[in-house]
């Protein structure tokens, strides 16, 4: 590939946690390729299949979880790095990996946990994603964790941005391995975080509208939505409504992304390293003003319009008790913890309360749900709208 000057070089990477000697034991891979690789062969990529994007324990088939989101968002965050000349393998990484750390039921479940650790350090889905990758998921014989690349590690941390008051977990991370958590991160970084951003903006409106809990002419309040609306029907004045809403969508992908290009590229012009990159102290992958203005103003919309509407919050508030009385009836009782879990419960505090939200965020809807019933003998009601 014809690699910018200011891309990621896997040749250049500041390595790894634990120095490995494997090099073409397994193919011809770069590192960021390795990393990407193990990020997909992992458990906790595969358990994603059934955790809450938006929609908690969905019914329906047709709804994004976690892992459909994360392939999502590395689809657009290659297509974005290609054009960009940057490491599509590092992007990718980082795309796929991002959400790792979700407890069960999304923002209910991860609300509950840090309800739950408020005396041991809270709890943060971010920081849990490194937590899980670099200690939790351990399928090697020689270190603990994936061992992945410094690059993954500080696209992780920084999927944010440049973080400021690092909890417990983030600095446990940042002294294993220090990631220089005050500059900002790669591009590479910057893509995989904007790229969610597109994602979840557009296939939310994709899901909602399936739901029912948006309404098209709600959506059509926003001026720039209703101008690609009158545009698609003008294309296609006779498709069925389910298409012309799908195209709607996909025009608002092409949209924002080719905003995020031009953009990019602009502020990119006098960049000549990664180096130059991290210390410009603001984010160099972004919308133009005028366009970020726009996304914000979907934002609030989708907050009002979906995630906080009644029937979600009434949900996410069965399924942060789920977590909570799950969590309480594992410290109350060593025992009912899995097998594994259960034999290396640590005794002392704060070890012993994080190592069963560690347990618990690692669980899927699903297995979180049949672990309430088989406690407190019955299935949680009303944790499904769709």
Not at 299 to 306: E, I, Q, S, T
């Amino acid at each position: 590939m014809n690699r910018a000057p200011y891309a990621s070089d896997p040749a250049q990477s500041r390595g790894r946690e634990f120095p490995e000697e494997r090099a073409g034991a397994r193919g011809p891979r770069s590192a960021f390729q390795r990393d990407r690789d193990r990020v997909i062969h992992s458990i906790a990529f595969r358990r994603l299949r059934h955790k809450t994007q938006v929609f908690i324990a969905p019914d329906g088939d047709h709804y994004r979880v976690r892992l459909t989101h994360s392939i999502e968002v590395a689809q657009i965050g290659r297509v974005v790095a290609r054009a960009l000349g940057l490491d599509e393998d590092l992007t990718e990484a980082l795309c796929l990996a991002h959400d790792i750390g979700h407890p069960p039921f999304g923002h209910a479940g991860e609300k509950a946990l840090d309800g739950a650790l408020g005396r041991h350090g809270g709890f943060d889905h971010n920081a849990q994603s490194l937590r899980t990758l670099m200690r939790l998921e351990s399928p090697y014989c020689d270190h603990e964790g994936l061992n992945l690349s410094w690059e993954v590690l500080e696209g992780l941390a920084k999927h944010n941005g440049p973080v400021a008051e690092p909890g417990w977990a983030m600095e446990e991370v940042d002294t294993a391995i220090p990631l220089e958590l005050h500059l900002w991160p790669s591009l590479e970084a910057q893509v995989a975080a904007i790229s969610d951003d597109i994602a979840y903006d557009n296939h939310d409106i994709d899901d909602g509208l399936r739901a029912g809990f948006l309404v098209l002419d709600d959506l059509l309040t926003l001026d720039f939505v209703a101008d690609l609306w009158r545009e698609v029907e003008n294309r296609f004045p006779n498709a069925p409504r389910d298409r012309q809403l799908r195209e709607l969508v996909r025009t608002q992908i092409g949209l924002m992304v080719n905003d995020l290009l031009e953009t990019t590229r602009s502020n990119i012009a006098d960049i000549g390293s990664v180096k130059e990159v991290r210390e410009a102290g603001r984010a160099l992958a972004c919308f133009s003003p005028d366009f970020a203005a726009q996304e914000r103003q979907l934002k609030r919309f989708m907050y009002d319009r979906l995630y906080l509407h009644a029937d979600q919050v009434e949900t996410a508030e069965r399924a942060r008790n789920v977590v909570a009385r799950l969590y309480a009836a594992y410290t109350q009782d060593g025992s009912l913890l899995a097998d594994g879990w259960r034999e290396s419960l640590p005794e002392q505090e704060p070890q012993r309360s994080r190592h069963i939200a560690d347990f618990i965020a690692g669980m899927t809807d699903r297995y979180a749900i049949d672990q309430y019933a088989r406690i407190f003998g019955k299935v949680p009601m009303g944790l499904s709208n769709v």
